[in-house]
């Protein structure tokens, strides 16, 4: 059995995993990123960095918005040292709720405009996922390395994670382990904070033609653009697992579309993706240190709003491990469960 000794070992390559060793990386810390292959819901998404529309459809508190905002502002100079493509597209919501949408942005603090059913948003991004990740994996080159982790073990110098036919020596441990079970070895507390995160199935549809030129939403769907083609989307399936595309909600899904944009869409032409994210009790990430006696940090349950607080989790994260003090820290740290 081969042994190696990484600095720190990220578990899980979907997008916080993935933007926690990137971040520490370019901090100088040596990384160690654990991909367990398999379905990653980080690319079953439109890869929308929407503080507007999400805290304003979410009917988010003025704390949470904020949160949102702080995470879209990182997003530039990260995407720019990560390589990541940043749009900068307008948002629009269509549909009869255009007012009350209008009066929840403009309380919480951003600028919208409307136009009849129609309200339109300049505050948000958009990244596409399976850019985004390759980009991130190229960074952090063959300090990507698949395998499962079966076990972990504490030691006198941190920890020691067992795979299929590898040992690993690390001084600090990442869980970004998405919706999936506690890893046999970790802390009894870090445990308990896994198990109260809950599943959710989320189903989106790929489209060959690409039928906006930016993000439209409307009463139960959203329709994307993508480099090539676009994305309709989603579901959100409380308490599911399955990865299997389900059809009833995939019709539903691209009638509630054909609403929204005012016209059909070619259902032969949609490939049908399923992923399962996390979420907390609160639909806040857990992000930071567990135990203060322990090297062993979270990077989880970030409900829908993965790659719109990717970078926020990680410079959280990243600070944590460096012990410093975050401004953002209180609001995701896992010990306020």
């Known amino acids: 059995m081969t042994t190696t000794s990484p600095s720190i070992a990220i578990i899980g390559a979907g997008v916080l995993g993935l933007c926690v060793a990137f971040e520490l990386k370019r901090r100088g810390h040596a990384v160690r990123v654990i991909d367990p292959g398999g379905a990653n819901a980080s690319s079953v998404a439109a890869g929308m960095i929407a503080p507007a529309m999400e805290a304003a459809i979410d009917q ?41 949408l209008a009066q929840r942005m403009a309380t919480l603090g951003f600028a919208a405009r409307r136009d009849g059913d ?23 080159g063959a300090a990507v390395v698949n395998g499962e982790v079966l076990r972990l073990e504490a030691t006198a110098s941190a920890w020691r994670l067992y795979l299929d036919s590898v040992t690993l020596e690390a001084s600090a441990v990442v869980l970004a382990t998405g919706a999936g079970p506690a890893i046999p070895g ?37 329709v994307a653009p993508m480099e090539t083609g676009a994305v309709v989307g989603a579901t959100m399936e409380p308490g599911r697992r399955g990865l299997e595309p389900d059809p009833a909600s995939a019709r539903r899904l691209l009638e509630a579309a054909e609403r929204v944009l005012g016209r059909p869409l070619d259902a032969v ?13 609160d639909g806040l990430p857990l992000a930071g240190v567990v135990s203060d006696a322990d090297a062993l940090f979270v990077a989880l349950a970030p ?3 993965g790659w719109l ?29």
């Open 186 to 222: 970790v802390t009894p507390e870090t445990r308990r904070l896994v198990d109260l995160i809950q599943p959710i199935k989320g189903q989106i549809g790929r489209l060959q033609s690409r039928p906006v030129a930016h993000v439209v939403r409307g009463p139960g769907a959203y």
């Open 309 to 337: 607080l990717g970078p926020l989790v990680a410079e959280v994260v990243a600070d944590a491990i460096e012990g410093r003090a975050s401004s953002h820290a209180a609001a995701l740290d896992p010990r306020r469960f």
């Open 118 to 140: 129609t309200l339109v948003t300049d505050e948000d991004l958009q990244i596409e996922p399976e850019q985004a990740i390759a980009a991130l994996r190229s960074t952090l």
């Open 60 to 100: 988010a508190a003025p704390e949470q918005a904020a949160l949102f905002r702080a995470g879209r502002d990182l997003w530039p100079a990260f995407a720019q040292a990560a390589g990541i493509s940043l749009k900068a597209r307008p948002a629009e919501w269509r549909g009869p709720q255009a007012e009350a």
């Open 303 to 305: 409900r829908r709003n």
């Open 269 to 281: 032409e949609v490939e049908w993706r399923a992923g399962v994210r996390g979420a907390s009790p």
